[in-house]
């Protein structure tokens, strides 16, 4: 397997010492990190990004939860462990042939390609400013997100209007309204907090805290709270 290539321990973020029950914790955590609902309806990530993500995270599992597959992925890899807690050997893995050379290198090269699915997203969505110890403190503190400080942080943090749009899925003129709290011309409540919550998870900022903070002034506005 080539070692350029993210292994299936990356896939996971798990060492590759990991005991079962690390390796699923890894599996649930990342699961969950490409299925919530919010990603299936207002992702950084299309729908086919996350879903060729899942099914990575399911094939890293599926090899890495049975021993005797992760024996010989190991082996494969030239991957053993030395601190007692498992060694691997292609002598040890010699009678599982379930996965075969092709087998593996097809994984390979699945692997290679889905990966970099993940990595030119975090790629895509990260953000590069100066950090303002005396703003971070202000936001880490905010218990409120009204449509002006939120574009104060998105200028903030070097991330302008086109971006935004690019990174949420969501149109530069719905970003406008709300920031400009035009609550009158946002759609639907429900849609109103998805967008809101990309766009504070754009920010690094809370979504959850975010979102409902917004959506009450939302309907405080429109007289339904």
Do not use: W
């Amino acid at each position: 397997m080539d070692s350029s290539a993210k292994n299936y321990y990356e896939i996971l973020e798990v060492p590759e010492n990991s005991s079962p029950e690390e390796i699923h914790r890894g599996y649930i955590r990342s699961k969950n990190a490409y299925s919530t609902d919010s990603l299936a309806l207002y992702s950084l990530m299309s729908p086919e990004e996350c879903n060729a993500v899942l099914d990575l995270i399911e094939e890293a599992y599926s090899i890495l939860s049975e021993t005797s597959k992760r024996s010989q992925y190991d082996s494969a890899r030239g991957l053993n462990t030395q601190n007692g807690n498992r060694v691997f050997s292609r002598e040890a893995a010699s009678g599982y042939d379930d996965l075969s050379e092709h087998t593996l290198k097809t994984n390979t090269t699945t692997t290679s390609t889905r990966s970099m699915t993940k990595i030119v997203a975090q790629n895509r969505f990260s953000l590069d400013y100066k950090i303002d110890a005396s703003f971070e403190k202000e936001i880490e503190q905010a218990t409120e997100f009204p449509g002006d400080f939120l574009k104060s942080v998105r200028l903030y943090k070097k991330v302008e209007l086109g971006r935004m749009a690019d990174m949420t899925k969501i149109s530069k003129t719905y970003i406008r309204y709300i920031e400009d709290e035009a609550f009158e011309k946002l759609p639907a409540s429900v849609y109103v907090r998805g967008f809101v919550y990309q766009y504070a998870k754009s920010l690094k900022l809370n979504p959850e805290l975010v979102a409902n903070s917004f959506l009450y002034r939302l309907k405080k506005a429109k007289g339904e709270h």
